[in-house]
């Protein structure tokens, strides 16, 4: 069973669309994250949520937004996505943050810009 | 200096063989590491933890970790060709997770 559910699983949008993706989790974790991975590359820190605690990394671009309405759903918005932002969009949940337990990982949302 | 530090590899082994996937880190104030496995496309995949000086079983794959070397490996018994992909070492402190680069494992037949 899918703990952790991303949607869509493929994502299309064009150069300067908003685009939205989300994450639900059923493990009540406290925390979760949002991660870019490209190709080869470790993924990507953007923030991540402690409960309603927002936590954005120093060198997250202003492009990149996150709502998490509820314990369960959590929201990545890319106000205007260039090229560069083409991607693998990871969520991931903890129930501490840091060290404190390993992080579950949904499967992720591959962004492509049109 | 990278804070979490692994060879990119690949590493290939044959089939039946002892992997050995190690990772170094810097901060010494990590106390939990985790490796995840990583297959082409797909997302990350939890392996094993280990929060303890000494080693962590679990089936064919041990966990080792000496914290005064600040030295941290996973090795995978009668490695399979399914076993192919890139290893993630992750080092936690109290307040953030930090990622190695990964090292890509091929297990050839």
């Known amino acids: 069973d899918a703990m952790v559910i991303q949607n869509p699983r493929y994502q299309v949008t064009q150069f300067g669309k908003p685009v939205t993706l989300s994450c639900s989790q059923t493990l009540n974790h406290n925390v979760m994250y949002w991660y870019q991975q490209k190709s080869s590359q470790a993924p990507k820190l953007l923030f991540h949520y402690y409960d309603k605690d927002f936590n954005n990394e120093a060198d997250t671009p202003d492009n990149f937004q996150s709502r998490r309405p509820n314990t369960s759903f959590c929201f990545l918005d890319i106000r205007s996505p260039g090229l560069g932002d083409a991607a693998m969009y990871l969520c991931a949940t903890s129930r501490d943050r840091g060290g404190g337990g390993p992080q579950h990982f949904g499967d992720g949302t591959r962004l492509s810009i049109l | 200096q990278k804070e979490v530090e692994q060879n990119s590899g690949p590493l290939s082994v044959p089939e039946g063989a002892i992997a050995s996937l190690n990772c170094t880190y810097s901060?010494?104030?990590?106390?939990?590491f985790f490796w995840y496995r990583q297959y082409s496309g797909k997302s990350p995949e939890l392996i094993m933890f280990?929060?303890?000086?000494g080693d962590k079983e679990d089936g064919r794959f041990t966990a080792q970790l000496n914290k005064a070397s600040q030295y941290v490996s996973l090795l995978i018994r009668d490695s399979q060709p399914s076993d192919s992909a890139t290893y993630l070492c992750v080092g936690g402190t109290a307040s953030k997770l930090t990622f190695g680069t990964g090292t890509r494992l091929q297990v050839t037949l």
């Open positions: 280990i929060y303890s000086n």
């Open positions: 901060d010494r104030g990590s106390q939990s």
